[in-house]
């Protein structure tokens, strides 16, 4: 069984629209974090959260917005949607946020921008 | 600014041989060192990872290789089989931020 879900595993949306993009995570792990991966990028970076607070935003634009109701929840809202914004999103978790804490990966979330 | 290089972007062994992926990076303050595997249309799964106080790591067939002085890893994949064709992301992590830096991926293919 995942450990870690996302959904959708796949979203088409148009240019312009907002979309949310959900994760829980039942490894009970303190540290949740989001990266995306598309052709041009390799992983890369967006967001950490270490107890439910933001440590870390590598992300340059606003539109980005993640949103922790629980422990084990971090969604991604993106709002006002570009086709430059077409990637995977993958939300990952670990124990702590730290040293020899490599996160673990769940299966991304497919999105399209038209 | 590439901070974790890894220098073959796709690779082709046969069945049985050792698969040799080759990782480098720049910053002195990176000290623990996962590699993931990837499936097409799947997440990352975390395959094996160093601390930079080691210099080998082994895991079943996986076995890193870690350079300190020279600023290098590698993986190797020994008794490679067909199933073991997915993409390989060696990555870093930056003791100042605590973030981990990913390479750009080595797509390994194993012909029977």
């Known amino acids: 069984d995942p450990k870690i879900i996302q959904k959708p595993k796949y979203l088409v949306a148009v240019t312009g629209s907002e979309k949310i993009l959900i994760c829980e995570q039942y490894?009970?792990?303190?540290?949740m974090y989001w990266y995306r991966q598309s052709a041009k990028k390799p992983l890369e970076f967006m967001f950490s959260?270490?107890?439910?607070?933001?440590?870390d935003n590598q992300t340059a634009s606003s539109r980005f917005q993640p949103q922790s109701s629980k422990k084990n929840h971090l969604d991604l809202q993106i709002t006002a949607l570009k086709p430059d914004d077409s990637a995977t999103y993958f939300c990952?978790?670990?124990?702590?946020?730290?040293?020899?804490?490599?996160?673990?990966f769940g299966e991304g979330t497919r999105l399209s921008v038209l | 600014q590439q901070q974790v290089r890894q220098s073959s972007q796709s690779l082709t062994v046969w069945e049985g041989e050792t698969a040799i992926l080759n990782c480098s990076y720049e910053?002195?303050?990176?000290?623990?060192f996962p590699w993931y595997q990837q499936f097409p249309g799947e997440g990352p799964a975390l395959l094996i990872a160093?601390?930079?106080?080691?210099d080998k790591k082994e895991d079943g067939r996986f076995t890193i290789f870690f350079n300190k002085r020279e600023k290098n890893l590698s993986l190797h994949i020994k008794d490679s089989q067909p199933g073991d064709s997915a993409t390989y992301f060696c990555?870093?992590?930056?003791?100042?931020?605590?973030?981990?830096?990913f390479g750009a991926g080595t797509r390994l293919k194993v012909i029977a």
């Open positions: 990555a870093v992590l930056n003791t100042g931020n605590y973030k981990y830096v």
């Open positions: 160093i601390r930079s106080v080691s």
């Open positions: 959260y270490s107890y439910q607070k933001l440590m």
């Open positions: 490894l009970g792990h303190n540290a």
């Open positions: 910053n002195s303050a990176f000290d623990y």
């Open positions: 990952a978790s670990s124990q702590e946020q730290g040293a020899n804490q490599a996160p673990l």
